[in-house]
């Protein structure tokens, strides 16, 4: 009787388990979150990140952010980006619904091993910032001619 039981735990754990997961990738997960493709829904900025073989590139989203304010930081890896979005509302507007996020912000990004820390660029126009980081040219793919 008892390993009966003991089977149907694990049937039901198992069948939780499931269902969480399903929850998950139909609603997006808010715990458990690492990477550079997972962040829990409502993070400000957005942040698009590409790569290609010369540089990778972080697109963030983030309108009306005073650039001037923006922090940006590269420590080996590690793309750190900090700064504040700020209300614009006056202070006598009560508001019955607010989605827009005000208020400091922190985003730090874990980038591919090679990009190089003395070689970026950053460039904020009509509320998108890009992070230009090339990569180091010691790892650069490079052709070998057969002779």
């Known amino acids: 009787m008892w390993g009966y039981l003991r089977g149907f735990d694990t049937d039901l754990f198992s069948q939780l388990e499931r269902i969480r997961d399903e929850m998950d990738a139909a609603f997006g997960s808010r715990s458990g979150m690492s990477g550079i493709r997972s ?18 590139d972080v ?20 793309l750190t980006l900090s ?3 700020k209300s614009t509302l006056p202070d006598e507007v009560q508001l019955y619904r607010n989605e ?5 912000f922190r985003r ?3 980038l591919p091993e090679d990009v190089d820390p003395d070689k970026v660029q ?8 890009q ?17």
């Open 108 to 110: 730090v990004i874990t």
């Open 83 to 85: 700064g504040e979005r």
């Open 131 to 147: 992070v230009t980081i090339e990569r180091r040219e010691e790892v650069k793919p490079r052709r070998i001619e057969v002779k």
């Open 59 to 78: 697109y963030v989203f983030a309108a009306g952010v005073d650039p001037k304010g923006l922090d940006i930081s590269l420590q080996q890896n590690l």
């Open 100 to 104: 827009r996020f005000d208020g400091a």
């Open 122 to 129: 950053a460039t904020y126009r009509d509320g998108v910032l």
């Open 39 to 56: 962040v829990a829904a409502g993070t400000f900025p957005a942040i698009n990140i590409g790569a290609s073989p010369s540089r990778v």
